[in-house]
């Protein structure tokens, strides 16, 4: 259901140049009539209004019902960053939040992550921007459980593109659900974004071109 929050995200990822409509193609090699590029926020006001939109989402899913946040390299670490600052300036939840190097430091205080130091029994949630693959959770979750044994039961996202990977059955988020048992939470899905279109004129040339890609790649689990 395209609720008004969601328009204002979808409206903001537009204003920022992060959400395009055209022709793109893909990790996977598919063409897509749409693209997502987190790595377009470059402003302090950006940034700022990103991280608000994931603490509500933290907020209204878990509320404080969790020890940690943490961001996966590259992208997940102004991601974590701005969201655990907006869940406290916004709902005064003050959360520890962490991220990871792609190399150990070899010298200081070395290791692989930067931050807080995640111990035994964390629950700890993932903040990230899309997942296309899946790749970023398997690449993560060795270096949660190599720190420490956490939990990670929860994860944030910007967009579910709700596409099938090489298993036509199931999507990427339906695969890290099964395989690691977390539930990936999205501020907006590509539904939303085809309901979105379908309230503005200029973007009619877009709908037939969505629809054939969700039709052919994107499975609904409702």
Do not use: W
């Not at 404080?64 to 655990?84: E, H, S």
């Not at 339906?174 to 979105?196: N, P, S, W």
């Amino acid at each position: 259901m395209l609720t008004e929050s969601k328009v204002q995200f979808i409206e903001f990822m537009l204003s920022a140049d992060v959400l395009r409509f055209g022709e793109f193609k893909t990790k996977s090699g598919r063409l897509s009539p749409y693209f997502v590029n987190t790595g377009n926020y470059k402003t302090g006001a950006q940034i700022a209004t990103l991280g608000k939109f994931y603490a509500k989402l933290v907020e209204e899913t878990l509320g404080g019902d969790f020890d940690a946040m943490f961001g996966p390299a590259y992208k997940g670490i102004p991601l974590v960053t701005t969201a655990a600052g907006a869940l406290y300036n916004e709902y005064g939840i003050d959360k520890p939040y962490f991220f990871n190097r792609k190399e150990a430091k070899d010298h200081g205080e070395g290791g692989s992550l930067v931050g807080y130091k995640p111990q035994d029994g964390d629950r700890v949630i993932i903040i990230e921007d899309v997942i296309t693959a899946g790749t970023a959770v398997h690449e993560t979750m060795p270096i949660l459980k190599s720190a420490a044994d956490v939990t990670v039961n929860d994860m944030f996202i910007s967009v579910n593109r709700c596409e099938i990977g090489q298993d036509p059955t199931r999507t990427a988020v339906m695969q890290v659900m099964e395989e690691f048992g977390i539930k990936v939470h999205a501020i907006v899905t590509v539904r939303d974004l085809y309901e979105f279109l379908q309230t503005k004129k200029e973007y009619e040339e877009v709908l037939p071109k969505m629809e054939a890609y969700m039709k052919q790649y994107c499975l609904f689990e409702d």
